[in-house]
């Protein structure tokens, strides 16, 4: 088993591979399950692949880990769609965060049809 999910893990660029190796070992109740979840998280991040980091998080059910994610790599929508489906409307806070994100990249999509 642990050469299957060194196999697959190795090399860290491929994400098909990290993905599959987390997959096989979660299957399993692999000891190193949560761990090589860690190592991939701290991959996408490093890779600034926060959009897909949230997807994880979304998955594993870490709403507002997802939402963070995708806040800080600049996917509003998604944060907005965590907070829809979450209904995570209780925090004024949050909710003007995700607004403001949303309104910038509309500006910044409005900048470049006029550019």
Do not use: C
């Not at 991959?43 to 979304?58: D, F, N, P, R």
């Not at 409307?89 to 409005?110: C, F, G, I, N, S």
């Amino acid at each position: 088993m642990k050469t299957h999910i060194d196999n697959y893990q190795f090399p860290p660029d491929s994400l098909f591979k990290w993905s599959e190796a987390l997959s096989v070992a979660r299957a399993q109740n692999h000891p190193r399950a949560e761990s090589l979840a860690g190592e991939y998280h701290e991959y996408l991040i490093s890779t600034h692949q926060h959009e897909i980091a949230g997807q994880l998080m979304e998955r594993d059910g870490k709403f507002s880990e997802a939402l963070q994610l995708y806040l800080s790599g600049g996917y509003p929508a998604h944060a907005a769609r965590v907070v829809t489906e979450q209904g995570l409307t209780e925090d004024p806070q949050l909710l003007e965060k995700v607004l403001k994100q949303m309104h910038a990249q509309r500006e910044r999509e409005r900048e470049r049809e006029r550019g």
